[in-house]
Each structure stands twice: as C-alpha cells, then as structure tokens.
C-alpha cells in the first residue's frame, strides 16, 4: 500500500476569498473529519497531493498536526474542470487495523485467445472491496490468457489478497469474451446503391470535362 508523508497545515480562513488566496500561494484547501471527530480545516501543498493522488487509494499521512500525525484516505477530490489543478479535497481519517471500503481498480492482462473472432467486454474497471485501512491493494489483476467466446470472469472468480473482501454481488460480471459484430460501413452501403444509370452519367460528365 503506497503511504505518502505529506506536510498539513490548520487553517482558520474561509470562504472563497480565503480558498482563491491559498491556491495563489500553492496550497490546497481541505477537510479532515471522521471517527467521531469534529471536521478540522486543513491546508496542504498543492504540488505534493497532486503526485500523492495520481496512485488510486494513496494513503496519506498528514504531518505537522496539533496533535501529531494523522492517516487519512483521499475522499472526494475537486479540479478545475479546465487547467484540472486539484481545487478541494476531502479527506477521511483512518486509523491501523481499521476496515474501510474503497474502489481498487481492476486491470486486464493478457491476451483472449487468437481462435475465432471475439473481443473483450469489460463490465467494471473498478470493484468495492473492504480491506485493511493501511493494507489496500493498488489493483487486482485478471488474467484474460486464452478466453474464447462466451467465457466470462464474475466478481466470485477474483483472486483477492488475504484480509480482502468483496462489496458486490459474487455473480456481478467483471468482463466477458463477446462475438464481434461485423457491420458494413454506411459510407460503402450508400456507394452500393447509387443507379448504375446515375453512375455512368457521372461518368460520362468526367470524361467531357477532361476533353
């Protein structure tokens, strides 16, 4: 489980001003709230949480508290929808040997099997798991080698790292080998039915021009 130190400061600003100042300076505003406790106001550097969330569930130690070190998981995150720079993020405090239930990623590797004409339909890209707060897998891998048509993986077919547990239905369909559907382009299918008579017209208009 990835677990990135990051430095956290308590803020006692609000209001839009106060976040649009933080941000010229390069901090991120956030809130820490969980476990019964009162929602504290935080402000963390922006360029850091920025590298920190790009790996999916990261955990977060938040370094420079009152009351020391805190560990908390990334819960909501807010972006520019333009420029995509991280505007808010709401953050959860977890605490070692706690259960929490997150989204962990689902990756594909391998190859379906090369025999008949079958493309591969994935359902979920990511799956509820409950894990250890401090012990969350970065994904969990399905290996598609040799699948043919018709073949399927449910979420009861994952191979979970010990301690983790599904949060879905065991029948819901992770990803499936599917027949591939032969379409003729529109673009052919319109050319197919032009009038010969219409086309040797045309070409007729070709030929006159070109003398």
Do not use: C
């Not at 430095?7 to 820490?32: I, M, N, Q, S, Y």
């Not at 929490?100 to 190859?111: A, D, L, M, S």
């Not at 509820?128 to 707060?133: G, Y």
């Amino acid at each position: 489980m990835p677990e990135v130190h990051i430095a956290a400061e308590t803020r006692t600003e609000f209001g839009k001003g106060a976040a649009r100042h933080l941000r010229r300076e390069g901090l991120v505003p956030a809130v820490l709230y969980g476990h019964g406790t009162e929602t504290r106001h935080l402000s963390l550097p922006g360029h850091a949480l920025m590298l920190a969330l790009k790996t999916p569930n990261v955990l977060l130690y938040l370094d420079g508290l009152t009351k020391g070190s805190e560990i908390a998981l990334p819960k909501a995150v807010q972006r520019d929808p333009v420029r995509g720079f991280i505007e808010h993020v709401d953050l959860i405090l977890v605490r070692r040997g706690e259960k929490v239930t997150v989204e962990i990623p689902v990756r594909v590797t391998g190859q379906i099997s090369a025999v008949g004409d079958g493309m591969l339909n994935q359902q979920l890209v990511q799956i509820p798991l409950e894990a250890d707060a401090t012990n969350i897998p970065q994904g969990i891998d399905v290996d598609v080698t040799d699948m043919e048509v018709g073949q399927a993986v449910h979420a009861s077919d994952l191979k979970l790292p010990p301690g983790v547990t599904l949060q879905v239905d065991p029948e819901t369909l992770v990803l499936a080998v599917i027949a591939r559907t032969a379409e003729e382009p529109a673009e052919e299918a319109e050319a197919a039915e032009v009038p010969e008579a219409v086309a040797d017209q045309a070409a007729a208009g070709d030929a006159e021009q070109s003398g």
